[in-house]
């Protein structure tokens, strides 16, 4: 089973609002999906929002296949915007993401993009993610976030069976 990076708490934020829950990280941390509680992002006239999300620590996989980012985002902006979520290690930025054409008016939908091999030979530090949802408007415009968080793959397990082989403790055959 796949692990789970997900919000736990603000690094910071600008023109963004918790609706449904008291932070940032809590409106987009839920992992059944809930888009009762989202991250509102307004940005004012011509400006921007964008909100900076610490991840919960996960284990490193060892392998740098199966990183994936999701997010439910809706539209509710009437203007053109420059919308992006990034992935960062520290103020490293991992993955810049721009999710396919977000609708104007559209409701709440799931967006994912996997993390090519070489970005995700760049996580060194699976405890120090942030993920980053931001955009500029070209008018007053606002983006909601329900859920956010990262995909990687469970650690693999490997058994081994040391031990001194005694030949004692074989049955014997009779004849």
């Given amino acids: 089973m796949p692990q789970a990076a997900r919000p736990t708490s603000t690094v910071s934020s600008s023109n963004a609002t918790a609706v ?9 941390d839920e992992v059944v999906r809930n888009d009762a509680d989202y991250a509102h992002l307004i940005a004012p006239g011509l ?7 610490m991840l919960s620590a996960v284990n490193d996989p060892g392998v740098h296949t199966g990183h994936v980012i999701h997010a439910v985002i809706a539209n509710v902006t009437t203007h053109v915007v420059t919308h992006g979520i990034e992935l960062k290690q520290g103020s490293t930025v991992i993955k810049s993401w ?28 699976y405890s120090d993610l942030r993920i980053r949802p931001s955009y500029t408007s070209g008018g007053s415009g606002e983006y909601k976030y329900s859920q956010l968080f990262l995909e990687v793959p469970d650690v693999p397990v490997t058994l081994s069976i040391k031990g001194v082989f005694d030949p004692d403790l074989v049955p014997k055959a009779w004849w």
């Fill in 20 to 28: 449904g829950a008291a932070t940032l990280h809590e409106a987009t």
């Fill in 47 to 53: 400006g921007s929002a964008n909100a900076e999300l």
């Fill in 98 to 125: 721009d999710p396919e054409t977000i609708t104007n008016g559209q409701g709440f939908t799931e967006y994912t993009v996997e993390l090519s091999e070489a970005e995700a030979a760049n996580i060194t530090n």
